[in-house]
């Protein structure tokens, strides 16, 4: 089957397309660098011209209130070209949990993006995953010195973003769930553990300060980023995944 990613020259995009073809299909990588803008348009219709599905990886440049005009365009744009081509399936990737976070902008956003899927005119499904092992630096970035990471003690079931790919390209090889499949890295830390593990990891000797008031991830309550029973779990660890 002919599946157009995209977003299919990112991290999990890149991924997602050399499984898909692994699996015998044809995946296409799209993003602007190949011509193709969901926000204005141009390319979308040569890009799933011929496709069976499309697979839905792009992001906001940003993580503020314009994060949700951002995929309100991008998915209408998306729909409206999918239909119109024909395509009987349309994956995105999307957050466990993020309806439990009205207080973050990115999430409402992301809230927004699985909304209009479902009510879109293409049969869909939507992939949910805790967070990627592989943002860990940035975090730790948001709120860090030359001597002091301060971060939250939210609790988190962080996953390889490689085995987040590989659920997506499962879901987009398949048939429409019509529905939602999450999946959760093996283990829960708190924020500042995770912390810890990396810069111990990294030969860092910078100090982990518990704040709760520090970054993004501090306007999240209790265990609402935690799988709550039923996702698939992956097997690579964290410490394991740091150490390669």
Same mark, same amino acid.
């Given at each position: 089957?002919?599946?157009?990613?995209?977003?299919?020259?990112?991290?999990?995009?890149?991924?997602?397309?050399?499984?898909?073809?692994?699996?015998?299909?044809?995946?296409?990588?799209?993003?602007?660098?190949?011509?193709?803008?969901?926000?204005?348009?141009?390319?979308?219709?040569?890009?799933?011209?011929?496709?069976?599905?499309?697979?839905?990886?792009?992001?906001?440049?940003?993580?503020?209130?314009?994060?949700?005009?951002?995929?309100?365009?991008?998915?209408?744009? @998306?729909?409206?070209?999918?239909?119109?081509?024909?395509?009987?399936?349309?994956?995105?990737?999307?957050?466990?949990?993020?309806?439990?976070?009205?207080?973050?902008?990115?999430?409402?956003?992301?809230?927004?993006?699985?909304?209009?899927?479902?009510?879109?005119?293409?049969?869909?499904?939507?992939?949910?995953?805790?967070?990627?092992?592989?943002?860990?630096?940035?975090?730790?970035?948001?709120?860090?010195?030359?001597?002091?990471?301060?971060?939250?003690?939210?609790?988190?079931?962080?996953?390889?973003?490689?085995?987040?790919?590989?659920?997506?390209?499962?879901?987009?090889?398949?048939?429409?769930?019509?529905?939602?499949?999450?999946?959760?890295?093996?283990?829960?830390?708190?924020?500042?553990?995770?912390?810890?593990?990396?810069?111990?990891?990294?030969?860092?000797?910078?100090?982990?300060?518990?704040?709760?008031?520090?970054?993004?991830?501090?306007?999240?309550?209790?265990?609402?980023?935690?799988?709550?029973?039923?996702?698939?779990?992956?097997? @690579?660890?964290?410490?394991?995944?740091?150490?390669?």
């Amino acid at each position: 089957m002919k599946i157009a990613v995209m977003g299919g020259t990112g991290l999990i995009g890149s991924q997602v397309v050399t499984f898909l073809n692994e699996a015998g299909h044809e995946a296409m990588p799209h993003s602007p660098s190949t011509g193709v803008d969901l926000i204005s348009g141009d390319g979308l219709a040569a890009a799933l011209e011929g496709a069976g599905a499309v697979v839905n990886l792009t992001n906001s440049p940003t993580f503020d209130e314009a994060s949700i005009a951002w995929f309100q365009t991008s998915m209408d744009n @998306l729909l409206a070209a999918a239909a119109d081509a024909g395509v009987g399936h349309a994956v995105i990737l999307s957050i466990v949990g993020v309806e439990q976070v009205p207080d973050l902008d990115y999430y409402r956003a992301k809230v927004l993006q699985e909304d209009v899927l479902k009510a879109g005119p293409v049969p869909y499904s939507i992939v949910r995953s805790t967070q990627f092992f592989e943002f860990m630096p940035a975090v730790m970035s948001w709120t860090s010195d030359e001597e002091t990471v301060r971060l939250p003690a939210t609790r988190v079931q962080p996953i390889a973003s490689a085995d987040i790919a590989r659920a997506v390209a499962d879901v987009a090889g398949g048939a429409p769930l019509n529905g939602t499949r999450d999946v959760a890295g093996p283990e829960v830390f708190t924020l500042d553990e995770l912390g810890r593990i990396t810069l111990e990891a990294k030969g860092d000797k910078r100090n982990v300060v518990v704040d709760s008031t520090a970054g993004m991830f501090a306007a999240v309550k209790g265990d609402a980023l935690i799988d709550q029973g039923g996702a698939l779990l992956s097997s @690579l660890t964290y410490r394991e995944w740091i150490a390669r």
